[in-house]
């Protein structure tokens, strides 16, 4: 398996413009995670899905963040209109498994830049 | 290049010993250096984190790390494991190039204490 694919790996945006984010999680795996990640405030939890719904959306910064899900091979974080304070690293993640035997699984990121 | 490792994917300690869990990095800039850990159906949580203070980290939990530029290390360890310590742990390098923020997470190290 190539593992979670996410693209693309850099995006440099001009403030104001939509971003979409994609991800492809590892087959079979049902749960998917999106995470952000910057040098203040480390790694955030953005949303997850279990089997392709959302579960907790609570760490969504505002309306300007959504995230879909519309199959278990495919996910989507959008940023409409996106701001400079956005600019960080987003990781989308994967998992199988349950209790002491999931495994998590991260891919290697988008990069953001809003200017 | 950015990279890390992370040498065990698994690490068995019994309750009481001391932990070890290790970590070596790439990178060509100076780096910032992360272990997070993930316990069963709950998100990431930061331990500690190094970014070019002091090369000793203590952390939460009663977990420290020591970053060793000769040795390219990011070593996780604790004096005495206890039963609440099972979980898996993340090591995380990130560090700017080409203007760009890069992260790379390790593929992680399962830990498990036994009674």
């Known amino acids: 398996d190539a593992g979670v694919i996410q693209s693309p790996r850099h995006e440099v945006t001009e403030m104001g413009q939509e971003v979409t984010l994609r991800c492809k999680p590892i087959s079979g795996h049902d749960y998917l995670f999106w995470y952000r990640q910057t040098m203040m405030r480390g790694l955030e939890l953005l949303i997850y899905f279990n089997n392709n719904v959302p579960i907790d959306d609570s760490g969504m910064p505002e309306d300007r963040f959504s995230a879909k899900m519309p199959n278990a091979s495919f996910s989507t974080l959008k940023i409409q209109p996106s701001e400079p304070r956005d600019s960080a690293v987003y990781f989308c993640?994967?998992?199988?498994?349950?209790?002491?035997?999931?495994?998590?699984?991260f891919g290697s990121g988008t990069q953001l830049s809003v200017l | 290049a950015q990279s890390v490792t992370q040498l065990d994917s698994h690490v068995s300690v019994s309750e009481g010993t001391p932990v070890l869990l290790r970590c070596n990095y790439s990178s060509s800039y100076s780096p910032s250096l992360f272990w997070y850990v993930q316990h069963p159906n709950k998100g990431l949580q930061l331990l500690l984190k190094y970014t070019s203070a002091a090369t000793l980290v203590k952390g939460i939990n009663g977990f420290e790390a020591e970053f060793k530029k000769s040795e390219t290390s990011f070593h996780l360890t604790k004096p005495s494991a206890h039963m609440s310590d099972a979980a898996e742990y993340f090591c995380v390098v990130s560090d700017w190039t080409g203007g760009y923020q890069k992260v790379t997470f390790g593929i992680g190290t399962k830990l498990q204490v036994i009674p």
């Open positions: 993640a994967s998992r199988m498994g349950q209790g002491t035997n999931e495994k998590l699984f």
